[in-house]
Structures are given as C-alpha cells and as structure tokens.
C-alpha cells in the first residue's frame, strides 16, 4: 500500500510504499476512503503538542470501508462504512468509567497522532472497538470531518453550556469554529464569528454566524463590549488559544461569563486573580471529543442539521501540497480522498 510518511521533524511527507497491515484477533482492517487533515497534523510536523516515534502515519480523521476482521470480532464485518474514534482508551480508569473517555488515564494511543499509525494511506489496522458505523447517505468525507472538527466542536459547545438568547464570540472559523457556529446557530444563539482572515466573513455567515469581526485584540474587545450593551459577551469559544485570543476573550466576557478553550498553542494566558474572582468569570478547557460526541455528530450530519464543511479534496500524492494549503490558510476542511 502506499502511505505519506512523517521521518523527520519540519520535513515534507514521503510516499512511500509499505507492507499492508496484518489484522490481528480483534482488529479491523479498513481501506481508508477519506481522512481530514488539520491543525493537529501541522502541529505534529511541527514537533509540538503530540511526539510520536518515527517514522510515523499521521491522519486522524478517518473514514472507510472494512476489508477484514480478525477472529474475535463479531460487530463488524468486510463492506461496512465506518469512521474511527482515535482515542485508544482503557475503559476502565477513572475517566473512562465517568465518561470522559478522552481524558483516560492509560491511553493506548491516538490513532493517526500518537503510537497508532493513521489514515494517510491505503490501508489502516486498528482495534475494532475504534469503529463506529457510519450512517448511509453521509459520505465518507463528511464522517472523516465528524472524527475531530465535529466532535470537539459538539465537546466545546457542552462546555459552554449556552442558553437560547446568548450571544457568543466564535474566535476562530476553521473546521471545528465552523461546526460551533452551525451548532450554536441552531440553538437560538447568536454567534459574533471572529478571525485573522477577513475572507472568511462571508463563509462564516453561511456557516449561520449573525455578524463577524476581524481580530484585532484591542478593537475587538471594544466592539464585544458595544455590542452588549458594555456587559460583555454571555460565552467565548476559542478555537485559538493565541495569548492574544485568550486575553482578547477573557476582557470581552461579561461577569458570570464563560470561556471555553479548545485551541491551543505554545502561548500562555495570564490571568489576574481579581479579575476572575470580582467578576466570578469561568474559564474551562475542552478537549476533543468523547465516543458518544462522535456519534452524535454523525446523526446530526444524517438528519441535516448540520452541514458539510468540506471545500476541497486531495489525493494522497499531494499531501504535502495539501498541508502547505492548510498552513497558509483555508476556509472549511480539506480531506484527503482515496479512490
Ligand atoms: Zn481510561
């Protein structure tokens, strides 16, 4: 089978071709039919966040169909659609058994971002307990997108814990800022979309976002503050995490306000006890998404409530064209398609 592989730190992919993996007694084989690329993938090229061993198949955002199945697996079997939950969990630690499978203790691994080879090529095996079905007539690069973009947003949105009426900043309209924004848009919130790339006003519009601000910290929080009346803004979801970002989000809140960050850099937020404690803020991470979030974005996806954010596909020879696009920025998703 063919694969990109990841062999040094800041270097471009090789495609190479390699043995196509051996099902063992509880693992699926799947011919991958799409796989998303983000934020996460440039971060690993980067050497920050996640450090898999190399040589390392990256892709995380996986969707395909099962060609074999070892012995012990009774759940699925060759010609079924599924997508891949990459969290390798224990099931049984503390986390797992509260249901918050994302935060496991004993983590296997990540499939496509740490110790697991993922879907930048032909073929991937992997326990089958990470499948879960895809519904029919939502297409595999819809499911692939659902694998991190759509659960960490439905995962961020649960944090925020919005009320209809609120009014809420999106700091961020990339895949997972584009599925907030449907998400919150469908909820009765109105959603000040926000990010460096004022091209991307007009998609986060249709993305359901009721107006959008450039980001410029200063003139942001500014306008937040004119915009509601001087009280700030009830939620803050950002899909950042620049200090910047942060600091601009943490001012903009009114008091009793909620911040959420799923994006994350090297950067820091310096946080003035004061200020948190006089105005009782809340500030609340979020990361990815749990099995059932995953599900949950499938069906969402199924009966139309949300929508596809893929804009363009890349076959597997030009993954390195497809990161360089992704790094100098894209509006919407881009998934690598394999025929
Ligand atoms: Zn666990």
């Given at each position: 089978m063919k694969a990109a592989v990841l062999r040094k730190i800041g270097e471009r992919l090789s495609i190479e071709e390699m043995p196509t993996p051996r099902p063992g007694p509880g693992d699926a084989l799947l011919r991958v039919r799409a796989?998303?690329?983000d934020g996460t993938d440039l971060k690993l090229l980067d050497g920050f966040g996640y450090v898999p061993e190399l040589p390392f198949v990256m892709?995380?955002?996986?969707?395909?169909?099962?060609?074999?199945?070892?012995?012990?697996?009774?759940?699925?079997?060759?010609?079924?659609?599924?997508?891949?939950y990459n969290f390798v969990t224990c099931g049984s630690c503390l986390y797992c058994r509260r249901f918050r499978d994302q935060l496991c203790l004993d983590m296997r691994g990540i499939v496509g971002?740490?110790?697991l080879p993922g879907g930048y090529a032909d073929y991937v095996c992997l326990p089958a307990q990470q499948l879960i079905r895809l519904p029919d007539g939502l297409s595999f690069e819809d499911g692939a997108t659902c694998c991190d973009a759509g659960m960490t947003a439905l995962r961020a949105v649960d944090r925020a814990d919005v009320s209809i009426g609120d009014r809420v900043l999106v700091i961020g309209v990339g895949g997972v800022g584009s599925v907030v924004t449907q998400i919150l848009a469908a909820s009765g919130v109105e959603v000040i979309a926000v990010d460096t790339d004022v091209a991307k006003e007009s998609w986060a519009r249709t993305q359901g976002a009721a107006s959008f601000l450039p980001l410029a910290a200063d003139e942001l929080v500014a306008e937040a503050l004119r915009r509601s009346a001087g009280l700030g803004v009830d939620r803050v979801i950002d899909v950042v995490g620049l200090e910047d970002t942060m600091r601009a989000g943490f001012a903009a809140l009114r008091r009793g306000g909620r911040m959420v960050i799923v994006g994350y850099t090297p950067e820091a937020l310096p946080l003035a006890g004061k200020e948190l404690a006089q105005n009782e803020k809340e500030v609340l991470g979020a990361r990815a998404g749990r099995r059932d979030d995953?599900?949950?974005?499938?069906?969402?996806?199924?009966?139309?409530?949300?929508?596809?954010?893929?804009?363009?596909?890349?076959?597997?020879?030009?993954?390195?064209?497809?990161?360089e696009t992704l790094r100098g920025g894209v509006i919407g998703r881009i998934v690598l398609t394999f025929d």
């Open positions: 796989c998303g690329i892709g995380h955002e996986i969707a395909g169909e099962v060609v074999e199945c070892g012995a012990d697996v009774t759940e699925f079997a060759p010609g079924d659609r599924v997508v891949v971002v740490l110790d995953l599900r949950r974005c499938l069906a969402l996806f199924r009966a139309g409530k949300l929508r596809s954010i893929v804009r363009a596909t890349y076959p597997l020879q030009q993954v390195n064209e497809a990161l």
